[in-house]
């Protein structure tokens, strides 16, 4: 990839912004990504689950290639007092035309970072059992904790089961 990738941590949504994750979320969904929405996704669900996305606890961050955004990612921070020290990775998602590029991984580690910064040290994650985002998890240390069978709904009515991860940091 020549252009740079820059990861900018999002802290207000504003109208570009919104409407480009917007059509990030719709073209993941149409590829079959498994981020909790079924296809068909309308322009107006995925705006309107952008525009509530930025909640306390919640941190979210883009890739932006030209100044257009190719991937984001969440860390959603535990807020329960017993659970002050971990967090979960949520809703990672790379454009199809940008993938295998190193975006996923530049995006898992600044969440990781942030995690760190954030005295988290148990960070948690699921995914589609075997979609090739568990490839990426494997490879950046994330442990199978275990799999729930017909777990998520696909957009052929299967019941698909999911595959749970965790790190220490």
């Known amino acids: 990839m020549r252009d740079e990738i820059k990861v900018l941590e999002i802290k207000s949504m504003e109208p ?3 409407e480009e994750l917007a059509e990030l ?3 993941v969904v149409e590829d079959g990504a498994s981020v909790g929405f ?3 996704l309308s322009i107006e669900k995925a705006r309107e689950y952008w525009s509530d996305v930025l909640q306390p606890g919640i941190m979210l961050w883009i890739a932006n290639i ?3 955004i190719v991937g984001t990612v969440q860390l959603h921070l535990a807020m329960k007092p017993n659970a002050s020290h971990r967090a979960e990775i949520a809703k990672l998602m790379v454009d199809q035309q940008y993938r295998r590029n190193g975006i996923a991984k530049l995006l898992m580690e600044t969440a ?3 995690a760190r910064a954030e005295g988290r040290s148990l960070l948690v994650l ?3 059992s075997g979609d090739p985002s568990n490839l990426l998890y494997r490879s950046l240390g994330y442990i199978e904790a275990g799999r729930i069978p017909k777990y998520a709904k696909s957009s052929d009515g299967n019941l698909d089961e999911t595959t749970f991860y965790y ?3």
Do not use: A, Q
């Open 16 to 18: 570009k912004i919104l």
């Open 25 to 27: 979320l719709v073209s």
């Open 38 to 40: 079924l296809p068909p």
């Open 66 to 68: 030209n100044e257009s």
């Open 112 to 114: 990781e970072s942030r």
């Open 126 to 128: 699921d995914t589609r």
């Open 167 to 169: 790190k220490e940091i």
